[in-house]
């Protein structure tokens, strides 16, 4: 077997994609990824390939997403589902620290953080941009969060890129997606050309290599990567939705007032599902959970969202009362005030909140109508 | 040295399953550290022994059916330092406010062989509805962990941590997949206070809204997109008109699609 480099290709053949798994599972990696449950194509832990979505489609559009059975046996035919990464890097309910009574003091005992390194098997462009927005938050400034940090140091990531887009989906517009350019150690191309399946296989790291010392491979043939390069703008030209971001930063800040805001919280429900969705979203509240005798305290951390009364909770008062205010917190942190704290947008395309919001909201029709200007307000003279 | 008082609890009933007041006694692992921390007065289903009050917390079950709870409960308040009202019952008025929104005399016609014995408002209606109340535990019946978590916070002086978010947030903490989005099934977490732990959905169920309205329930526009997914207004009335029927966001929903189902 010749050693391979960073950018090398090779040719995985189906029958084979069982060895891909063996070889990470003998490197000590506990695959996770897609497998379907409960009529959505979610991750979770797998153990082979007949645990992957064969097969499988989802169809998806504004509050409404389905399970379909596609023609070929594809593995990784599909887009994104409701639960993104974050739920391994970023437990939704975590516990930190625990405190205990000793004498008339007290001792903390941080939450140990454990666990095999995780490879996630399946991720799709606009995922690991998800990831390295979430990066930024947890590990880009001074204090680095230890449990996301130590998770995630492990974490091998071995992407697929999209040979088809979905009904909400924007990562054109967004600058992520759908080819894969940094940041994943192995970049997988699914290739169904009559009767033969195959995978296109990029190196990205010396992790991925190593991954691959195990699992055979052939050369790539001259014209495979023009094959993916294909396959990929074919996902890039069915886009379901897209999103002008010319000026989004001022466009939003500068629109506060904008009688959209007004339309968009009769709709929305405070339901927070499109801030539980999104793979950047990192809201969080933190709690001490004393027992009854207070003898011992421990403190969780749970996701929480903007959409919640609770978030901006003071003096027993909430100072985003209303739908309105909360829905352009989330929006215009999103996509504008995002930029200035971190340095990237907040969004990365992949279209969840828009497929999840049990109503149908989207953000990309909220910001075109944003656009739009007000009609300027009736004046006494002109009403009469 | 003398011992320090412990708190005195009293746990009262009014028109209800008992099912909250079974929620203690189901605190099996807890309940020796609650009766250490407490003093248990008044717990006619745990025990007959009766301390008289005042009570520090008193836990009441039910809601205000007759006249004379309605009287019962302003000498529970009197002798009460907090109050906390637990269960739908207590809260909203309860299954049995469905009464409100139909005429009484005729239900007793119907019912019952001599109705002249039955004495019996026109109303179940909230403890709140009569005396000054200090929290609510939601839900039908109560949770377990939201009640220790009330206790622990009366004991400790401090607000209890029991969000009025949605069901919808615990649903995605555990990692459901929402049965509204992907199989078209109605459900009321949307509007629904959290706090069971999104049970239903997590087989394949919508929410039946057995914890009462979240912070900022928007039925209106949960409404039309339960029409979108098929349902007819006497449908959308009968799902909000359960355990929570008299909580006032539930009931003006109920009500609402009345007015639709009735218009021309
Ligand atoms: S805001 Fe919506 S489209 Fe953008 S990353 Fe979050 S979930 Fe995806
Ligand atoms: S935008 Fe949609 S998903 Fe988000 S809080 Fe509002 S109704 Fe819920
Ligand atoms: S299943 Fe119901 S409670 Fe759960 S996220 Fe969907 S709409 Fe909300």
């Known amino acids: 077997m010749d050693t391979l480099k960073v950018g090398d290709r090779r040719v995985l053949e189906r029958h084979d994609f069982p060895s891909l798994f063996r070889a990470l599972q003998a490197k000590g990696y506990q695959v996770v990824g897609p497998t379907v449950r409960d009529g959505a194509i979610v991750y979770d832990q797998l153990s082979g390939v007949d645990d992957l979505p064969v097969g499988w489609t989802d169809r998806q559009e504004a509050g409404k997403y389905r399970l379909e059975r596609r023609k070929d046996e594809a593995l990784f035919g599909y887009t994104v589902g409701p639960f993104s990464w974050k739920k391994f890097l970023y437990p939704s309910h975590e516990r930190l620290w625990t405190a205990s009574r000793d004498g008339p003091s007290f001792v903390i005992t941080p939450e ?3 666990g095999p390194p995780l490879a996630f098997l399946g991720m799709r462009a606009c995922e690991l941009a998800g990831v390295s927005v979430q990066d930024r938050v947890f590990m880009g400034g001074p204090y680095v969060d230890p449990g996301y940090a130590a998770r995630r140091r492990k974490v091998l990531r071995i992407a697929v890129q999209c040979g088809q887009a979905g009904g909400t989906c924007f990562c054109v517009s967004m600058g992520t997606g759908p080819g894969v350019q940094e940041g994943a150690d192995l970049i997988v191309t699914e ?20 991954v691959l010392s195990d699992v055979p491979l052939k050369a790539a043939a001259p014209d495979d990567p023009a094959k993916a390069d294909a396959i990929v703008s074919r996902a890039a030209a069915s ?14 800040l500068k629109n506060l007032e904008h009688p959209r805001w007004e339309i968009v919280a009769r709709r929305c429900l405070s339901c927070t599902n499109c801030t539980m969705v999104c793979p950047t979203c990192f809201c969080s509240n933190q709690e001490e959970v004393p027992d009854l ?12 969202s903007c959409f919640n009364l609770g978030l901006t909770e003071m003096h027993g008062q909430a100072v985003r009362k209303t739908n309105l205010s909360r829905y352009r917190q989330w929006l215009t942190h999103k996509l504008a005030s995002w930029h200035d704290q971190f340095g990237t947008s907040g969004c990365v395309g992949c279209g969840r909140c828009i ?13 075109a109508a944003i656009r739009t200007v007000p009609p300027a307000p009736a004046t006494s003279e002109g009403k009469k | 040295m003398t011992e320090a008082r412990k708190p005195r609890l009293g746990v009262f009933k009014f028109a209800s399953c008992d099912g909250c007041q079974l929620s203690i006694l189901d605190c099996e692992d807890e309940l020796l550290a609650i009766t250490g921390a407490v003093d248990i007065g008044d717990f006619r289903e745990a025990s007959s022994a009766v301390l008289e009050g005042p009570y520090d917390l008193s836990l009441v079950e039910g809601s205000v059916t007759t006249a ?29 406010a469905l009464k409100n929104f139909g005429n009484v005399d005729e239900y007793r016609r119907v019912v019952y062989a001599r109705p002249e014995y039955i004495e019996s408002l026109a109303t179940s209606t909230a403890i709140a509805d009569h005396v000054p109340v200090d929290f609510e535990l939601r839900g039908c019946p109560i949770s377990k962990v939201q009640l220790l978590e009330a206790l622990s916070a009366f004991l400790q002086g401090r607000a209890p941590n029991l969000p009025n978010e949605s069901v919808c947030i615990e649903c995605k903490r555990r990692g459901t997949v929402c049965v509204l989005v992907a199989h078209g099934t109605p459900c009321l977490g949307p509007v629904t206070q959290a706090g069971c732990g999104a049970i ?65």
């Open chain 1, 112 to 114: 140990p953080v454990d």
């Open chain 1, 191 to 210: 290739v169904l050309e009559g009767k033969r399946h195959y995978f296109l296989v990029q190196v990205g790291s010396s992790e991925g290599a190593a």
């Open chain 1, 239 to 252: 886009m379901g939705r897209a999103l002008d971001t010319d000026g989004i930063h001022d466009l939003l």
């Open chain 1, 293 to 304: 005798a207070v003898e011992k305290v421990e403190r969780w951390r749970r996701w929480d």
């Open chain 1, 355 to 367: 497929t999840w919001c049990p109503v149908g909201i989207d953000l990309t029709e909220e910001v």
């Open chain 2, 68 to 96: 004379h709870d309605a009287q019962r409960i302003k000498e529970i308040r009197a002798q009460s330092k907090a109050l906390v009202t637990i269960g739908a019952c207590a809260t909203a008025g309860g299954i049995q």
């Open chain 2, 200 to 264: 239903c959905p997590a087989f394949n169920r919508g929410c039946y809204g057995c914890f009462g309205p979240q912070g900022t329930p928007n039925t209106a526009s949960l409404t039309a997109e339960l029409k979108t997914l098929g349902m007819a207004p006497p449908a959308v009335q009968r799902l909000f008109r359960t355990f929570n029927a008299n909580a006032p966001a539930f009931k003006a929903a109920s009500e609402a699609a009345v007015a639709e189902a009735k218009a021309p």
